[in-house]
């Protein structure tokens, strides 16, 4: 089954996997948008202009790396080598480009994150099936009974332990209830993600070594999981800007008032109807009193 | 859950975690991938020994000292066929470094009447082996068509490319990375 899987989506195929991931995360994030006051639209283009960047700055940043091979060939900056890509430089030119766009657009960066995080956690997912297909992010060698033969030997199955802690994180996020603070969807997910990563690096095979054979990959994600659990302490509720309180008021105010004539009157109207109706229901019960009487 | 209680367990998390980095320490350094036989960049290259279409054998092992690429390929393949006129180039200005390339042509899923004229029309200089039992296909995960391992002169792998064409930009970028690679 497994190998099967490994032979369908062997690299370059893998990709597929991150692409349907990336659509599927956008389809779910764009469905979400309301929930955290974020224009549908606005927030497709994000995602949309979040990809292009990467996918270019990618390219940019390796080519800049290797400038003078590059100088030499310059058409080899359109080619469609996924080797010739740099994630680091993907990732800053992703980040730069969708801050830019957020501030352009008006944007609030917190409920903007909440809503991407559908789409990260998505990705996440994708991530996790892409490393299972193409044997990336392997684990140490195992005797556990579900150990996976790969690269050679037998490993911990890490890239399997990547996807269940993704699809853990996904259900967590995507059944939680709406949270009135903005921003806590988000660093739930970085929390929760952070954390997944420090546990599953433990048994990865392909980790950089620093100070003694610490993994520096926990340490990484060590940090971001105490600034996340920080800043999820540190959150506050969504508040309503005074300017819009001052506009919003007085009609509310309008409306209660309208409210409280139209009870006024109903109630009036009411009690009419029961004093014009009132003398005729005594008759007719005057009237069954008599009855047996007579 | 109460502020406070919520604080205790965050704390208790961040505790966990640093416990679990000092447990699972790297000690024996069987995280760097070790020095097994893989497909895998950071591997030793999976060992083979192959003939060229005249007799002559290669092993893999015999070039340690050596930056090599190992190019898998077929005839048939668009762009494999793509990316020779390159790696020609490339063999060429680099062999005076210590380059060797070596075209493993996949036998087992091509026609081997097809490969002298192949070579003959590519004008390809650099060693073509025969792999007709598909014997370094299987050491090496083949699953798609041109795959390339550019070999460190220590014998790991530096960098896997499934699928092609390669671009020259990045074929020349992962050859000068492979020739300035210690030996040891």
């Known amino acids: 089954m497994l190998d099967l899987f ?10 597929i996997l991150l692409a349907a991931a990336a659509w599927i995360g956008m389809s779910l994030a764009e469905k979400r948008a309301k929930r955290y006051h974020t224009d549908k639209s606005l927030l497709s283009n994000l995602i949309f202009y979040l990809v292009l960047a990467y996918l270019l700055g990618g390219r940019i940043y390796y080519a800049l790396e290797h400038l003078s091979a590059f100088a030499q060939s310059p058409l080899s900056l359109i080619s469609l080598n996924t080797a010739a890509f740099d994630s680091f430089g993907a990732l800053a030119a992703a980040l730069i480009v969708g801050f830019v766009y957020g501030q352009r657009k008006g944007m609030s960066v917190w409920p903007t994150l909440d809503a991407l995080t559908p789409f990260f956690t998505l990705l996440a997912i994708g991530i996790g099936f892409s490393h299972l297909a193409s044997g990336a992010a392997f684990g140490s060698e ?6 996976i033969n790969l690269w050679g030997a037998i490993r911990q199955p890490t890239q399997i332990y990547e996807i269940i802690a993704s699809l853990l994180t996904f259900a967590v996020i995507w059944l939680r209830k709406a949270d009135s603070k903005p921003g806590s969807d988000f660093l739930l997910f970085a929390a929760l993600t952070s954390a997944s990563r420090l546990i599953i690096e433990g048994f990865r095979g392909d980790s950089t070594l620093i100070l003694g054979g610490v993994r520096s990959a926990q340490v990484i994600a060590w940090l971001i999981l105490a600034v996340s659990l920080v800043a999820l302490e540190l959150l506050k509720p969504r508040v309503v800007p005074v300017a819009v309180v001052e506009k919003v008021e007085p009609v509310i105010e309008t409306k209660r008032n309208e409210v409280k004539r139209k009870t006024q009157s109903t109630s009036a109207q009411k009690t009419t109807n029961v004093k014009k109706t ?3 229901k005594t008759k007719s019960a005057t009237a069954k009193r008599k009855s047996p009487k007579e | 859950m109460q502020p406070i209680y919520r604080r205790i367990l965050y704390g208790f998390i961040l505790l966990a975690g640093l416990v679990w ?15 097994v036989p893989a497909p895998q960049k950071g591997f030793l290259a999976p060992d083979f020994t192959l003939k060229t279409p005249t007799g002559k054998t290669y092993t893999l092992s ?16 668009p762009p494999c066929r793509a990316e020779m006129p390159g790696i020609q180039k490339f063999y060429q200005q680099y062999q005076s470094q210590g380059l060797v390339v070596l075209g493993v042509n996949a036998t087992a899923q091509d026609n081997p009447l097809d490969i002298v004229p192949f070579v003959t029309q590519y004008g390809l200089t650099f060693p073509i082996l025969l792999d007709e039992t598909n014997d370094l296909g299987s050491k090496y995960n083949l699953r798609s068509l041109p795959s390339s391992f550019f070999i460190n002169r220590d014998g790991t792998i530096a960098d896997v490319v499934i699928g092609g064409p390669m671009s020259d930009a990045l074929l020349q ?5 492979i020739l300035k690679s210690p030996a040891n």
């Open chain 1, 142 to 147: 195992t005797t556990v009974p579900w150990g």
């Open chain 1, 6 to 15: 490994r032979n369908i989506f062997a690299p370059p195929r893998d990709l």
């Open chain 1, 278 to 280: 009132a003398p005729s």
């Open chain 2, 21 to 35: 980095i000092f447990v699972s320490v790297d000690k024996t350094g069987a995280s760097t991938a070790g020095r």
């Open chain 2, 173 to 177: 970028t992962d050859i000068e990375t």
């Open chain 2, 62 to 77: 015999e070039l340690k000292g050596k930056a090599v690429l190992v190019n898998i390929w077929a005839t048939w393949c």
